[in-house]
Nanobody
Framework: QVQLVESGGGSVQAGGSLRLSCAAS????????MAWFRQVPGKEREGVAN???????NYADSVKGRFTISQDNAKNTLYLQMDSLKPEDTALYYC???????????????????????WGQGTQVTVSS
């Protein structure tokens, strides 16, 4: 079992930055596909970014060039650096882990969330205009 705990959410004005963190209860970087998702009420959960054990990343088109996913293997922590934030980035952000690294190879296609077996509780990000 892997437990994930997110932190770092908050309120910021458009153009600002936030860094989300996700602490894992066990070592995930060597074998897991790790990802960030976000969800707004009434909409499907959306993949934001993922990273595989080799450090390869995928990003949603809506965040490319603004968000950066990374992980610190020694700390078992996943990060999402969010810059140039926009009001449309407002959402509940979730950290997720898939036990099979191949999940990352599918990118952030629709329904990929179902391939992730471990989820954090979510952290709210609110961007005001």
């Amino acid at each position: 079992q892997v437990q994930l705990v997110e932190s770092g959410g908050g309120s910021v004005q458009a153009g600002g930055s936030l860094r989300l963190s996700c602490a894992a209860s066990s070592h995930t970087a060597s074998t897991y596909c790790m990802a960030w998702f976000r969800q707004v009420p009434g909409k499907e959960r959306e993949g934001v970014a993922n990273i595989n054990p080799a450090g390869s990343t995928n990003y949603a088109d809506s965040v490319k060039g603004r968000f950066t996913i990374s992980q610190d293997n020694a700390k078992n922590t996943l990060y999402l650096q969010m810059d140039s934030l926009k009001p449309e980035d407002t959402a509940l952000y979730y950290c997720a882990a898939a036990a099979s690294s191949w999940v990352c190879a599918y990118g952030l296609v629709d329904s990929i969330a179902s391939a992730f077996g471990y989820w954090g509780q979510g952290t709210q990000v609110t961007v005001s205009s």
